[in-house]
Nanobody
């Protein structure tokens, strides 16, 4: 059982930056592809970014390409999402996820093996 805890959310002005972290415990972190999803009230959870077990492959939603960067530190059992040039439409609850499938499959699927509880990101205009 993998336990995921997000941190780093908050309120930021449009054009600003935030870095989200997701700390994992209870499993072998390097055995999982990991990623980030986001969800607004009343909407489906959507894929944001994923990264392979080694960190060598990354995938991004078109809406965040060039602005967000996903990374991981397997020694610290932690993944990160650096968010730059934030827009009001990036306002959502952000969830980290871990899955035994590939990072590419994470970008295509909705159900993940493990989820965090989410952290709220609010971008003001």
């Amino acid at each position: 059982q993998v336990h995921l805890v997000e941190s780093g959310g908050g309120l930021v002005q449009a054009g600003g930056s935030l870095r989200l972290s997701c700390a994992a415990s209870g499993g072998t972190f390097s055995a999982y592809a990991v990623g980030w999803f986001r969800q607004a009230p009343g909407k489906e959870r959507e894929f944001v970014a994923s990264i392979s077990r080694s960190g060598g492959s990354t995938y991004y939603a078109d809406s965040v390409k060039g602005r967000f960067t996903i990374s991981r530190d397997n020694a610290k059992n932690t993944q990160y999402l650096q968010m730059n040039s934030l827009k009001p439409e990036d306002t959502d609850v952000y969830y980290c996820a871990a899955d035994r499938r590939s990072s590419q499959q994470m970008s295509l699927m909705k159900a993940m093996d493990y989820w965090g509880k989410g952290t709220l990101v609010t971008v003001s205009s």
